[in-house]
């Protein structure tokens, strides 16, 4: 039988990198659709989160943040991070989470071959590579070498934004499909360059990014899957990521080092 004394370590103070926080519950990120059509932070999305933060959580992370304008949505009404206007409005957010007693941090996404073609500049989204989601769906475009240096820095100043912003730290998506769990998996990822090869060579993105988005007093975390379920083959399967690089990438991420 569960004993209430199982769960008493939930309930007790936690440091996570720099930032303590007041116990080990977590309200993850998730996309409400509460933001105004442009990206930026409303009343509604502010009042939702909030009664988190006063029902107790220790930290409460608003997620699904795009990073850019052209390639930017998988969803209507989704938080903006693309550009310097969308600052006073993420301040607000990030103010009162933390006057309701939470750490927040802001969990930034570039949602790839997932995006919306309907809110995407041209209609088709880009990826590693041009494979689709699932049997009818949208080719998306391999992006060039010069676009995934415009997304890094598009991540780089999306954190930039969040520090300015006030929020106690990022994350970045790396699970669910988005563009660096695309990068990391070899089923989405079929690059000849330097970003693609083996599973050491695709982990190159989230690495690169690690020294941009460091900042001394601000947390980054990397959220990802356990496994990607897939094989090049487009094959399910369970298999957990291997060895090698995976260990480099939590190293640098584990404790915002």
Not at 29 to 56: H, K
Request: aromatic letters at 8%; hydrophobic letters at 40%; one cysteine or more.
């Amino acid at each position: 039988m569960t004993t209430p004394d199982a769960f008493e370590s939930l309930f007790q103070p936690v440091l996570v990198g720099r930032v303590w926080l007041k116990n080990r519950l977590v309200v993850p990120p998730m996309g409400t659709q509460f933001a105004d059509p442009s990206g930026a932070v409303t009343d509604r999305l502010i009042a939702y989160l909030v009664e988190r933060a006063r029902g107790g959580f220790g930290l409460v992370i608003p997620g699904y943040a795009f990073i850019e304008e052209s390639m930017r949505r998988g969803m209507a009404n989704q938080i903006g991070a693309h550009n310097d206007h969308m600052i006073p409005g993420l301040n607000r957010l990030a103010e009162a989470l933390q006057a309701g007693g939470a750490k927040t941090f802001l969990q930034l996404c570039h949602t790839g071959r997932q995006a919306d073609p309907a809110m995407v500049e041209g209609g088709q989204p880009v990826a590693p590579s041009p494979v689709p989601m699932g049997k009818d769906g949208v080719v998306p475009r391999e992006l060039t070498l010069a676009e995934i240096e415009d997304i890094i820095e598009a991540f780089g100043q999306a954190a930039r934004r969040a520090r300015d912003a006030g929020f106690d730290g990022v994350e970045l998506h790396g699970a669910h499909g988005y563009l660096l769990c695309q990068f990391m998996s070899e089923y989405t990822n079929r690059r000849a360059d330097k970003y693609g090869g083996s599973f050491h060579e695709r982990m190159t993105l989230p690495l690169v990014l690690h020294p941009l988005l460091r900042h001394e007093e601000h947390l980054l975390l990397l959220r990802r899957s356990g496994s990607p379920l897939v094989s090049s083959a487009g094959h399910w399967r369970g298999r957990a990521f291997p060895g090698g690089r995976k260990e480099e990438l939590h190293h640098r991420y584990r404790g915002c080092r």
